[in-house]
């Protein structure tokens, strides 16, 4: 596995028939919620589903049927309340293979702080990468399951699906090396900004070998009065810069030296 397990604070529910049934579970897709409300403490959440839902609560006359296997808090904090190998009741008819994840979100848009985001990220590529599941198909929302006419979950999300586009984006590159936890960037807070891949070419550095001997001069050019030595065969000297001329063209060395770029004298190559 590439990406880190992310730090996970255990509130596990007792097993009853309303949240934790016992069903097994053997997910393939990892499903994103909203708690519902902006700005309400995902603590708060894990309370509902722990000690009222959990003990049974009728609204309007029915019982209610929910959890979640995972609630991420406003400050980024990981609640896991179902082990992932046992079902949840949080994404209707996919709750049979789906992970299902209630997450915290702030203000009138229902965006998610910076360190939220930064969990979500790292939780659900974790959650993909230990089972070789891909993000980019196998992140889902609650609305790709009952549909926008029942549900707008997460509404954030739903209502900006370039940034879920983004959002998923990141999970894959944290699965794929291309990024690390503290690259990630939140492209929801309204700062128009999204994580970058860091670029990790590495320039290799240029040589030449002295293959017959040859002088050394200290400006660019082949006068008699520019040479200052000269370099035996073998010699290994970091080349700076390509001088072109009319004619032979010549190299500047580290060492502040010009020699020829004639292949009949040196031979370059890198490392």
């Known amino acids: 596995m590439s990406v880190k397990k992310p730090t996970i604070v255990e509130k596990w529910q007792k097993k009853n028939k309303y949240g934790r049934p016992g069903t097994s579970l053997n997910y393939t897709k990892v499903a994103i919620h909203y708690t519902g409300q902006a700005d309400v403490k995902g603590s708060a959440t894990v309370s509902y589903f722990n000690n009222v839902v ?7 006359g029915r019982y209610i049927y929910a959890s979640a296997h995972y609630v991420i808090d406003l400050d980024g904090t990981i609640y896991q309340l179902i082990p992932i190998n046992e079902m949840c009741y949080a994404t209707n008819s996919a709750n049979s293979y789906a992970v299902g994840i209630e997450v915290a979100t702030t203000g009138k848009d229902n965006h998610y702080t910076d360190a939220t985001y930064r969990s ?36 954030y999300m739903v209502l900006n699906p370039k940034k879920y586009e983004q ?12 990024i690390k936890v503290n690259d990630i960037v939140n492209c929801t807070n309204g700062k128009g900004k999204v994580t970058q891949v860091p670029n990790t070419t590495t320039t290799k550095t240029k040589y030449l070998r002295v293959i017959k001997e040859i002088n050394m001069h200290n400006a660019p050019n082949f006068n008699k009065d520019s040479v200052c030595g000269k370099l035996e065969v073998g010699t290994v000297l970091t080349i700076v810069k390509k001088i072109e001329r009319t004619g032979t063209d010549m190299y500047l060395t580290k060492s502040g030296i010009y020699v020829t770029a004639s292949s009949k004298y040196i031979e370059v190559f890198e490392r």
């Open 54 to 60: 959990a003990n049974g609560t009728k609204v309007n």
């Open 167 to 178: 959002f998923k984006l990141d999970c894959y590159n944290l699965t794929k090396g291309k």
């Open 120 to 155: 979500m990220v790292q939780l659900c590529a974790w959650l993909c990468d230990r089972k070789g599941l891909n993000c980019k198909k196998d992140i889902i929302r609650h609305t790709d399951v009952v549909g926008r006419a029942y549900k707008l979950c997460p509404i």
